[in-house]
């Protein structure tokens, strides 16, 4: 009770500061990141939104999910201050960040319902020689009664671990030179036609010394009926038409883009293209339909940046399963 009376009282927005300050009373800011926010009307204000998206997605929940939903905030709150305070890009640019992809969070959280998807982190901040180096990875948890999300938290767990090795430099990344190293790692939830369904669209972005830095967004569509991840085979109805009209579909949005903005033709190539919309990780569903996301050198130059084509849900129903986890 006494972490969910400490959240409560840093989110429960008082009328002497509601109009331009934070959720929080300034006057009591004791740490560099409320201080900043106290500082920043824009920060403020988007205090005051996520603090308003806590409460009424708080008053919805029965009293498991409230108290776990307590406990995520009270932990996003302090991967907050820990991630933003080491940020390479200064903490204003970090929290305006953060706090968009909290309100955005919380309030996918508010159209489902049970499991609750709480919110991990691990950051770490160091130097080895002469190169300085930061991680600060999010990923997500889901916690619920109505399917075994073990083996799929595993996976986030682990990835999340594997990207933080990745972004730890060793005695072979030349640490006699001066070098800056940082990755950063962010989701958000989306909801996907029907109830059965969430999509964690993971996005992630990183430097190690090379000519230029790499991210990507890569989606994960959960059944929530049976806990596990779904690739575009469990989705559409089986055999091969659902690809070849996939194929069609996008090779013609990409001739379109590459109009303006050039890419690779020979990834339109029906083979190629066919591989590409093989990976599960470029389905990208959300309430209206499908995002089908390209990432930097996958059809495209890095110098073009990621290509996206956009599906509405209708063009998709006759390509479903009829008992899938997205509904005809």
Same mark, same amino acid.
């Given at each position: !009770?006494?972490?969910?009376?400490?959240?409560l009282s840093l989110l429960v927005v008082s009328p002497a500061f509601a109009q331009s300050g934070p959720s929080f009373d300034c006057a009591k800011a004791d740490n560099a990141i409320d201080r900043t926010i106290c500082k920043e009307p824009e920060l403020a204000k988007a205090d $005051?939104? !996520?603090a308003a998206v806590y409460g009424a997605l708080l008053g919805k929940l029965n009293a498991v999910a409230k108290d776990e939903l307590v406990k995520d905030q009270a %932990?996003?709150?302090? %991967?907050?201050n820990q991630g933003c305070k080491i940020d #390479?890009? %200064? #903490?204003? *640019?970090?929290?305006? *960040? $953060?706090?968009?992809?909290r309100i955005a969070t919380l309030r996918a959280y508010g159209d489902g319902s049970y499991p609750f998807i709480s919110e991990h982190s691990l950051i770490k901040a160091g130097k080895l020689g002469a190169i300085a180096w930061s991680y600060d990875i999010s990923y997500p948890r889901f916690d619920g009664t109505t399917a075994d999300f073990s083996a799929l938290n595993a996976r986030f767990s682990d990835e999340a671990k594997k990207a933080a090795s990745n972004a730890t430099p060793n005695a072979d990344a030349g640490p006699e030179r001066k070098q800056e190293w940082t990755y950063s790692q962010s989701f958000g939830v989306k909801r996907a036609p029907g109830r059965n369904t969430a999509t964690v669209a993971m996005t992630f972005w990183g430097y190690s010394g090379g000519a230029h830095g790499y991210g990507a967004t890569h989606c994960t569509l959960v059944d929530l009926r049976t806990g596990k991840a779904v690739g575009p085979q469990g989705v559409f109805a089986p055999g091969e038409q659902w690809l070849r009209a996939m194929s069609q579909l996008v090779s013609a949005d990409l001739k379109k883009q590459f109009v303006d903005k050039p890419g690779f033709d020979e990834a339109l190539e029906p083979a190629k293209l066919a591989k590409l919309l093989s990976d599960a990780g470029r389905y990208c569903w959300t309430a209206d339909g499908l995002d089908v996301i390209f990432n930097a050198y996958d059809v495209g130059p890095y110098s073009s940046g990621p290509y996206d084509v956009e599906i509405a849900y209708d063009r998709l129903k006759p390509l479903l399963r009829p008992d899938g986890p997205i509904a005809r």
């Open positions: !009770m006494r972490l969910v009376a400490a959240v $005051r939104e !996520m %932990g996003w709150i302090a %991967g907050r #390479p890009q %200064g #903490p204003v *640019s970090c929290l305006k *960040s $953060r706090y968009a992809l």
